[in-house]
């Protein structure tokens, strides 16, 4: 069982950065591959990144590469995505998911309870 926290969501102008963090529950956490996917009002929930357990695959959407960065730091429980020139498309409640195999659809096992990022235009 894994547990998942999401903070760091806020209102940010447009071009700023904000950094999402997901604090995860459970001793094996390490053997998770690890998902950020956003949901926006009146839009079914997309894929922005996944991580491998080890950090060292990642897979980000079209719409956020060379932009958002996602990592982990196993020994502290814990996944990141910085988010760098933000723009009011990256709008939506952003959520933290985990699962045994790094996805790009919302097959997860584990969600978080999502976090609201806003960018104002």
């Known amino acids: 069982q894994v547990q998942l926290v999401e903070s760091g969501g806020g209102l940010v102008q447009a071009g700023g950065s904000l950094r999402l963090s997901c604090a995860a529950s459970g001793r094996t956490f390490s053997s998770y591959a690890m998902g950020w996917f956003r949901q926006a009002p009146g839009k079914e929930r997309e894929f922005v990144a996944t991580i491998s357990w080890s950090g060292g695959n990642t897979y980000y959407a079209d719409s956020v590469k060379g932009r958002f960065t996602i990592s982990r730091d196993n020994a502290k429980n814990m996944v990141y995505l910085q988010m760098n020139s933000l723009n009011p498309e990256d709008t939506a409640v952003y959520y933290c998911?985990?699962?045994?195999?790094?996805?790009?659809?919302?097959?997860?096992?584990?969600w978080g309870q999502g976090t609201q990022v806003t960018v104002s235009s």
């Open positions: 998911a985990a699962d045994r195999r790094m996805r790009l659809t919302p097959e997860y096992d584990y």
